[in-house]
């Protein structure tokens, strides 16, 4: 499954060059019971000999570690000593997978995934981790590999908690305000949106609507839910929605031009839009279905098929949310 899920991503998204190779970071990572910031630890030794190559080195200890053996060890991820002369060489970034219950597993996750190490200079990721609960194991391997393909890229930043991490062309910080907005609708909700320019500019495509500035961000649900996926009503079907039913709308997950444009925006991707995946959900809908209440946009266009009521759904086919 892990691999399926990494040859995948690797097509859609190429890590930019690292501006400096040596670093020294600490983890700041929640939960605190899986990995504290004693835990994860930069290698001393990243200057002289191969390391002159090498992007990054990173070597993990349990020395003062509050965490059980079992979920921080000496081998959760490469040890430096791994890495000189070997594979590390060329490597930009490590995940360290476990398959544990956690207390978020038994409030109902399938998985959770973050990013943990950071270049100093770019604020890029440079490790994650991610825990696949039971639930995600006991899918078959189409749906567990899409949940993994998810929780990749909540651990190469697509999480609130780096919004105010992104960096221009020139590697200089963006301002949060220009990362994420928040708007009012016509009906006086507060919606907050993801307004960079190539995450707009692909919103709008999808919509068929110019006046639109961004794409909705999640408002519901906690603070693993809220603000870290895309607005489950415009995006059905996208593979970063914020629940395992990607295939709600009637196909498989899709991942978009939307999440690869947020991905670009951040700073530290560039991406292959030939390998984008279609979201059917919402195609050229205009402007009535990204502004609207799912009952007004249903009453505005009769023949739509994307939102339905009660007495329909027991007697239709259509699509609902």
């Not at 097509?11 to 939960?31: E, G, V």
């Not at 030939?274 to 007004?296: E, I, N, P």
Request: hydrophobic share 40%.
């Amino acid at each position: 499954m892990l691999p399926r899920a990494c040859v995948g991503e690797k097509k859609k998204t190429r890590l930019l060059p690292l501006r400096h190779r040596c670093w020294l970071r600490q983890c700041h990572i929640a939960p605190a019971s899986v990995v504290t910031v004693a835990c994860v630890v930069a290698a001393s030794m990243c200057a002289g000999g191969v390391g002159e190559a090498t992007d990054c080195y990173i070597h993990v200890t349990t020395a003062g570690c509050s965490a059980p053996a079992s979920v921080v060890t000496v081998s959760c991820v490469a040890a430096a000593s791994m890495c000189a002369g070997g594979t590390g060489e060329t490597t930009d970034y490590y995940l360290y997978v476990t398959a544990v219950s956690d207390e978020a597993c038994g409030s109902g996750a399938a998985a959770w995934a973050l990013p943990c190490l950071f270049d100093p200079a770019t604020n890029r990721p440079l490790l994650g981790t991610a825990n696949l609960c039971r639930a995600a194991l006991e899918q078959d391997a189409h749906e567990a590999a899409a949940v993994l393909v998810h929780e990749l890229h909540h651990a190469l930043g697509f999480t609130n908690q780096l919004f105010d991490k992104f960096i221009d062309a020139d590697g200089q910080p963006i301002p949060e305000d220009e990362v994420v907005q928040m708007t009012v609708t016509p009906y006086g909700e507060r919606r907050p949106m993801v307004i960079t320019p190539t995450v707009a500019k692909e919103a709008q495509a999808q919509f068929g609507c110019q006046a639109l500035p961004g794409a909705a961000l999640e408002d519901q649900g906690g603070s693993g839910s809220a603000l870290a996926h895309w607005e489950y009503e415009w995006f059905q079907g996208e593979i970063m929605v914020a629940t395992n039913l990607f295939g709600a709308h009637g196909g498989p997950p899709v991942l978009s031009r939307i999440t690869l444009a947020l991905m670009q925006d951040s700073g530290w991707y560039d991406v292959d839009w030939a390998a984008a995946g279609f979201l059917k959900w919402g195609w050229q809908a205009g402007c009535d279905f990204v502004s609207k209440t799912c009952t007004a946009y249903a009453a505005a266009h009769p023949t739509q098929q994307y939102f339905c009521t009660k007495e329909q759904y027991s007697s239709d086919s259509v699509n609902t949310v």
